[in-house]
Protein backbone atom coordinates (compact mmCIF):
# COMPACT_ATOMS: atom_id res chain seq x y z
CA UNK A 1 0.00 0.00 0.00
CA UNK A 2 1.35 3.66 -0.88
CA UNK A 3 2.47 5.77 1.91
CA UNK A 4 0.59 8.88 2.02
CA UNK A 5 2.12 12.03 1.78
CA UNK A 6 3.46 14.20 4.46
CA UNK A 7 2.20 17.21 4.92
CA UNK A 8 4.35 20.45 5.02
CA UNK A 9 3.73 22.76 8.64
CA UNK A 10 1.62 25.22 6.34
CA UNK A 11 -0.83 22.42 5.24
CA UNK A 12 -0.73 20.71 8.54
CA UNK A 13 -1.59 24.10 10.27
CA UNK A 14 -4.31 24.97 7.94
CA UNK A 15 -6.20 21.83 8.19
CA UNK A 16 -5.78 22.37 11.89
CA UNK A 17 -7.68 25.67 11.11
CA UNK A 18 -10.27 24.14 8.98
CA UNK A 19 -10.97 21.65 11.95
CA UNK A 20 -11.43 24.05 14.39
CA UNK A 21 -13.58 26.18 12.44
CA UNK A 22 -16.16 23.34 11.85
CA UNK A 23 -15.75 22.07 15.78
CA UNK A 24 -16.31 25.79 16.56
CA UNK A 25 -19.13 26.05 13.91
CA UNK A 26 -20.77 23.45 15.35
CA UNK A 27 -20.89 24.27 19.03
CA UNK A 28 -22.24 27.94 17.93
CA UNK A 29 -25.07 26.61 15.72
CA UNK A 30 -26.57 24.56 19.11
CA UNK A 31 -26.33 27.66 21.31
CA UNK A 32 -29.96 28.59 22.08
CA UNK A 33 -28.90 30.46 25.57
CA UNK A 34 -27.56 33.23 24.61
CA UNK A 35 -28.98 36.97 25.91
CA UNK A 36 -29.49 40.45 24.48
CA UNK A 37 -26.27 41.96 23.15
CA UNK A 38 -24.52 43.97 25.72
CA UNK A 39 -21.06 45.44 26.16
CA UNK A 40 -17.58 44.89 28.09
CA UNK A 41 -14.47 44.39 28.61
CA UNK A 42 -11.90 41.70 27.82
CA UNK A 43 -10.13 41.18 30.89
CA UNK A 44 -8.66 37.97 30.07
CA UNK A 45 -7.85 35.48 26.83
CA UNK A 46 -6.83 31.86 26.53
CA UNK A 47 -7.00 29.91 23.31
CA UNK A 48 -11.10 29.98 21.64
CA UNK A 49 -12.22 31.58 24.65
CA UNK A 50 -12.16 35.21 26.75
CA UNK A 51 -13.66 36.31 30.20
CA UNK A 52 -15.83 39.42 29.31
CA UNK A 53 -16.74 41.95 32.15
CA UNK A 54 -19.72 43.79 31.78
CA UNK A 55 -21.29 47.21 33.48
CA UNK A 56 -21.92 45.39 36.38
CA UNK A 57 -18.45 44.05 36.82
CA UNK A 58 -19.64 40.49 36.63
CA UNK A 59 -17.41 38.00 34.42
CA UNK A 60 -18.54 36.06 31.46
CA UNK A 61 -16.83 33.19 30.24
CA UNK A 62 -17.43 33.36 26.33
CA UNK A 63 -16.64 31.72 23.04
CA UNK A 64 -15.58 33.89 19.93
CA UNK A 65 -17.15 34.04 16.99
CA UNK A 66 -15.64 32.78 13.98
CA UNK A 67 -15.80 35.99 11.88
CA UNK A 68 -13.97 37.91 15.24
CA UNK A 69 -10.48 38.13 13.76
CA UNK A 70 -9.12 39.08 16.58
CA UNK A 71 -9.89 39.36 20.64
CA UNK A 72 -7.58 40.71 23.08
CA UNK A 73 -7.00 41.62 27.04
CA UNK A 74 -8.45 45.51 27.18
CA UNK A 75 -10.89 45.35 24.12
CA UNK A 76 -14.38 46.91 24.42
CA UNK A 77 -16.69 44.16 22.75
CA UNK A 78 -20.17 43.54 22.20
CA UNK A 79 -21.49 39.98 23.29
CA UNK A 80 -24.43 37.94 23.91
CA UNK A 81 -23.85 36.43 27.87
CA UNK A 82 -25.16 32.79 28.81
CA UNK A 83 -28.94 32.80 30.29
CA UNK A 84 -28.43 28.81 30.69
CA UNK A 85 -27.94 27.42 34.53
CA UNK A 86 -25.77 24.92 33.27
CA UNK A 87 -21.85 26.19 34.33
CA UNK A 88 -20.86 24.58 31.05
CA UNK A 89 -22.60 27.07 28.49
CA UNK A 90 -20.72 29.78 27.47
CA UNK A 91 -21.77 33.90 26.25
CA UNK A 92 -20.32 34.48 22.48
CA UNK A 93 -18.25 37.60 21.72
CA UNK A 94 -19.74 39.06 18.30
CA UNK A 95 -17.98 42.44 17.65
CA UNK A 96 -14.58 44.15 19.01
CA UNK A 97 -14.95 47.76 19.06
CA UNK A 98 -12.46 50.12 17.14
CA UNK A 99 -9.14 50.11 19.69
CA UNK A 100 -7.33 53.44 20.62
CA UNK A 101 -4.35 51.93 21.08
CA UNK A 102 -2.98 48.09 20.12
CA UNK A 103 0.53 46.68 21.80
CA UNK A 104 2.05 44.06 19.31
CA UNK A 105 4.53 41.16 19.30
CA UNK A 106 6.49 39.96 16.35
CA UNK A 107 5.79 36.25 16.20
CA UNK A 108 8.10 33.73 14.25
CA UNK A 109 5.03 31.98 13.15
CA UNK A 110 1.96 33.81 12.79
CA UNK A 111 3.45 37.47 11.99
CA UNK A 112 2.60 40.33 14.23
CA UNK A 113 0.52 39.41 16.97
CA UNK A 114 -1.18 42.17 19.36
CA UNK A 115 -1.19 41.47 22.92
CA UNK A 116 -3.12 43.65 24.52
CA UNK A 117 -5.71 46.97 23.97
CA UNK A 118 -6.90 50.01 24.60
CA UNK A 119 -3.75 51.46 26.66
CA UNK A 120 -2.81 54.71 28.14
CA UNK A 121 1.09 53.59 28.93
CA UNK A 122 3.12 50.83 28.78
CA UNK A 123 5.27 49.99 32.20
CA UNK A 124 8.54 48.94 31.46
CA UNK A 125 10.02 46.97 33.96
CA UNK A 126 13.24 46.11 34.28
CA UNK A 127 15.69 44.71 37.37
CA UNK A 128 19.43 45.05 38.63
CA UNK A 129 19.74 41.44 38.38
CA UNK A 130 21.41 39.43 36.59
CA UNK A 131 22.48 42.78 35.21
CA UNK A 132 20.77 45.73 33.81
CA UNK A 133 20.56 46.24 30.42
CA UNK A 134 20.37 49.60 28.59
CA UNK A 135 19.96 47.98 25.24
CA UNK A 136 17.17 45.94 26.19
CA UNK A 137 15.29 48.89 27.28
CA UNK A 138 16.08 50.26 24.41
CA UNK A 139 14.48 47.84 22.16
CA UNK A 140 11.13 48.38 24.93
CA UNK A 141 11.29 52.18 24.69
CA UNK A 142 11.79 51.67 20.20
CA UNK A 143 8.36 49.55 20.64
CA UNK A 144 6.74 51.79 22.71
CA UNK A 145 6.84 54.96 19.97
CA UNK A 146 6.02 52.74 17.63
CA UNK A 147 3.34 51.66 19.26
CA UNK A 148 2.99 55.45 20.14
CA UNK A 149 2.32 54.52 23.91
CA UNK A 150 3.55 56.56 26.47
CA UNK A 151 6.60 54.64 28.51
CA UNK A 152 7.32 54.66 31.81
CA UNK A 153 10.58 53.06 33.02
CA UNK A 154 10.42 50.63 36.01
CA UNK A 155 13.67 49.49 37.54
CA UNK A 156 13.31 46.61 40.21
CA UNK A 157 14.84 44.99 42.75
CA UNK A 158 17.39 48.10 43.43
CA UNK A 159 17.73 46.53 47.39
CA UNK A 160 20.32 44.75 46.15
CA UNK A 161 22.72 47.20 45.11
CA UNK A 162 25.58 49.20 47.24
CA UNK A 163 25.84 52.93 47.35
CA UNK A 164 28.02 53.07 45.07
CA UNK A 165 26.16 50.74 42.75
CA UNK A 166 22.54 52.59 43.54
CA UNK A 167 24.97 56.05 41.92
CA UNK A 168 26.41 54.25 39.29
CA UNK A 169 23.10 52.92 38.18
CA UNK A 170 21.22 56.35 38.43
CA UNK A 171 23.78 57.66 36.19
CA UNK A 172 23.14 55.37 33.34
CA UNK A 173 19.69 55.79 33.84
CA UNK A 174 19.99 59.50 33.66
CA UNK A 175 19.87 59.60 30.01
CA UNK A 176 16.36 58.37 30.14
CA UNK A 177 15.38 61.26 32.10
CA UNK A 178 17.30 64.23 30.37
CA UNK A 179 15.20 63.00 27.16
CA UNK A 180 12.15 62.97 28.58
CA UNK A 181 10.83 59.71 30.01
CA UNK A 182 9.95 58.96 33.59
CA UNK A 183 12.26 56.23 36.05
CA UNK A 184 11.45 55.26 38.80
CA UNK A 185 13.35 52.81 41.07
CA UNK A 186 11.63 50.15 43.49
CA UNK A 187 11.82 47.69 45.59
CA UNK A 188 9.16 44.77 46.43
CA UNK A 189 11.10 44.30 49.71
CA UNK A 190 11.47 47.62 50.88
CA UNK A 191 8.49 49.09 49.26
CA UNK A 192 10.57 51.97 47.98
CA UNK A 193 9.03 53.77 44.77
CA UNK A 194 6.27 51.53 44.76
CA UNK A 195 4.11 54.61 46.13
CA UNK A 196 5.48 56.88 43.25
CA UNK A 197 4.50 54.05 40.74
CA UNK A 198 1.06 54.25 42.49
CA UNK A 199 0.33 57.55 41.32
CA UNK A 200 1.50 56.56 37.92
CA UNK A 201 -1.32 53.97 37.24
CA UNK A 202 -4.73 56.45 38.82
CA UNK A 203 -6.95 56.59 36.02
CA UNK A 204 -4.85 55.08 33.17
CA UNK A 205 -4.62 51.69 31.47
CA UNK A 206 -1.24 50.21 31.47
CA UNK A 207 0.57 47.06 30.70
CA UNK A 208 3.20 45.61 32.49
CA UNK A 209 6.07 44.38 29.92
CA UNK A 210 9.73 43.38 30.85
CA UNK A 211 12.14 40.25 30.25
CA UNK A 212 11.19 36.74 32.90
CA UNK A 213 11.99 37.12 36.40
CA UNK A 214 12.38 41.05 36.67
CA UNK A 215 9.51 41.08 39.09
CA UNK A 216 6.72 42.22 37.25
CA UNK A 217 4.35 39.96 39.34
CA UNK A 218 5.45 40.86 42.40
CA UNK A 219 5.30 44.25 41.75
CA UNK A 220 1.80 43.92 40.83
CA UNK A 221 1.16 41.76 44.29
CA UNK A 222 2.44 44.49 46.28
CA UNK A 223 0.18 47.40 43.96
CA UNK A 224 -2.67 44.56 44.52
CA UNK A 225 -2.47 42.45 47.57
CA UNK A 226 -5.84 40.74 46.30
CA UNK A 227 -4.13 40.13 42.29
CA UNK A 228 -2.37 36.76 43.82
CA UNK A 229 0.02 36.73 40.77
CA UNK A 230 2.16 33.63 40.88
CA UNK A 231 5.68 34.70 41.45
CA UNK A 232 8.56 32.51 39.56
CA UNK A 233 11.97 31.50 40.50
CA UNK A 234 15.69 32.31 39.14
CA UNK A 235 16.99 30.12 36.61
CA UNK A 236 20.42 28.80 37.85
CA UNK A 237 22.45 29.09 34.25
CA UNK A 238 20.66 31.88 32.67
CA UNK A 239 20.03 34.15 35.95
CA UNK A 240 16.36 34.70 34.02
CA UNK A 241 13.29 34.35 35.46
CA UNK A 242 10.89 31.02 34.32
CA UNK A 243 7.52 32.31 33.08
CA UNK A 244 4.96 32.97 35.45
CA UNK A 245 1.96 34.52 33.40
CA UNK A 246 0.70 32.34 30.90
CA UNK A 247 -1.99 35.08 29.55
CA UNK A 248 -2.75 38.23 29.35
CA UNK A 249 -4.93 39.30 32.16
CA UNK A 250 -6.83 42.77 32.87
CA UNK A 251 -7.06 43.74 36.80
CA UNK A 252 -7.91 46.83 38.48
CA UNK A 253 -6.43 49.63 40.68
CA UNK A 254 -8.19 50.69 43.94
CA UNK A 255 -7.39 53.85 43.37
CA UNK A 256 -9.12 54.15 40.25
CA UNK A 257 -7.04 52.46 36.83
CA UNK A 258 -6.08 49.01 35.32
CA UNK A 259 -3.09 47.09 34.90
CA UNK A 260 -2.99 44.14 32.08
CA UNK A 261 -0.01 41.96 33.15
CA UNK A 262 1.07 40.47 29.81
CA UNK A 263 3.10 37.07 29.48
CA UNK A 264 6.62 37.70 29.93
CA UNK A 265 8.61 38.09 27.00
CA UNK A 266 12.74 38.05 27.12
CA UNK A 267 13.07 40.60 24.20
CA UNK A 268 10.43 42.31 21.78
CA UNK A 269 11.92 41.46 18.47
CA UNK A 270 12.09 43.96 16.10
CA UNK A 271 12.16 42.48 13.17
CA UNK A 272 9.16 43.89 12.18
CA UNK A 273 10.10 47.01 11.61
CA UNK A 274 11.76 49.17 9.23
CA UNK A 275 15.62 50.86 9.83
CA UNK A 276 13.48 53.96 9.21
CA UNK A 277 10.86 53.04 12.26
CA UNK A 278 14.18 52.26 14.39
CA UNK A 279 15.52 55.67 13.91
CA UNK A 280 12.55 57.58 14.66
CA UNK A 281 12.25 55.00 17.73
CA UNK A 282 14.98 56.99 19.31
CA UNK A 283 13.01 60.33 20.10
CA UNK A 284 16.36 62.95 20.56
CA UNK A 285 16.98 61.74 16.75
CA UNK A 286 13.97 63.39 15.51
CA UNK A 287 15.02 66.80 15.49
CA UNK A 288 17.45 66.03 12.71
CA UNK A 289 15.73 63.85 11.07
CA UNK A 290 15.69 65.19 7.18
CA UNK A 291 18.39 67.40 7.33
CA UNK A 292 21.57 65.68 6.63
CA UNK A 293 23.08 66.24 3.58
CA UNK A 294 22.04 63.32 1.85
CA UNK A 295 18.53 62.00 1.87
CA UNK A 296 19.17 58.40 1.79
CA UNK A 297 21.85 59.07 4.93
CA UNK A 298 22.64 55.83 7.11
CA UNK A 299 23.43 58.08 9.90
CA UNK A 300 27.03 56.18 10.10
CA UNK A 301 29.48 59.00 9.76
CA UNK A 302 28.36 59.86 6.52
CA UNK A 303 28.76 63.23 5.37
CA UNK A 304 26.97 65.67 6.21
CA UNK A 305 24.88 63.47 8.59
CA UNK A 306 23.39 65.86 11.61
CA UNK A 307 22.85 63.14 14.11
CA UNK A 308 26.45 62.01 14.24
CA UNK A 309 27.62 65.40 14.66
CA UNK A 310 25.10 65.94 17.84
CA UNK A 311 26.90 62.92 18.95
CA UNK A 312 30.32 64.79 18.21
CA UNK A 313 28.91 68.03 20.37
CA UNK A 314 27.54 65.89 23.09
CA UNK A 315 24.24 66.81 22.00
CA UNK A 316 23.04 62.90 21.51
CA UNK A 317 24.26 60.53 23.79
CA UNK A 318 26.71 58.06 22.37
CA UNK A 319 25.86 54.98 24.45
CA UNK A 320 22.32 55.51 23.09
CA UNK A 321 23.62 55.51 19.79
CA UNK A 322 25.31 52.79 19.66
CA UNK A 323 23.09 50.78 20.99
CA UNK A 324 20.61 52.16 18.10
CA UNK A 325 23.75 50.18 15.81
CA UNK A 326 23.22 47.67 16.93
CA UNK A 327 19.48 46.92 16.84
CA UNK A 328 19.66 48.15 13.07
CA UNK A 329 22.60 45.84 12.56
CA UNK A 330 20.37 42.72 13.86
CA UNK A 331 17.35 43.67 12.38
CA UNK A 332 18.17 41.27 9.27
CA UNK A 333 19.34 38.51 11.38
CA UNK A 334 16.14 38.25 13.41
CA UNK A 335 13.57 38.45 10.53
CA UNK A 336 12.41 34.30 9.88
CA UNK A 337 12.59 33.11 6.88
CA UNK A 338 8.89 33.46 5.87
CA UNK A 339 8.99 37.40 6.46
CA UNK A 340 12.17 37.86 3.99
CA UNK A 341 11.95 39.34 0.82
Not at 303 to 310: N, S, V
Not at 322 to 336: H, M
Request: proline share 3%; with cysteine.
Amino acid sequence: MAKKPKLSKNQTRQVMRNRHKQIDGDKQASFEHFGEQVSGRVISRFGKHAIVEDDQHLNHRCYIRRTVSSVVCGDHVLFRPSESTDSRDRGIIEVVLDRKSTLTRPDFYDGVKPIAANIDQIIVVSAIVPTLSNHIIDRYLVACEHAQITPVLVINKVELLSAQELVEVKKSLSIYEKIGYKVILVSCETDQGLAALSEYLIDKVSVFVGQSGVGKSSIINRLLPDAAEPVGEISDNSGLGKHTTTASKLLHFAQGGELIDSPGVREFGLWHLSAEAITNGFIEFRDYLGGCKFSDCKHRGDPGCLITDAITKGDVDNARYLSYLKIIDTLGQQKPTYAKG
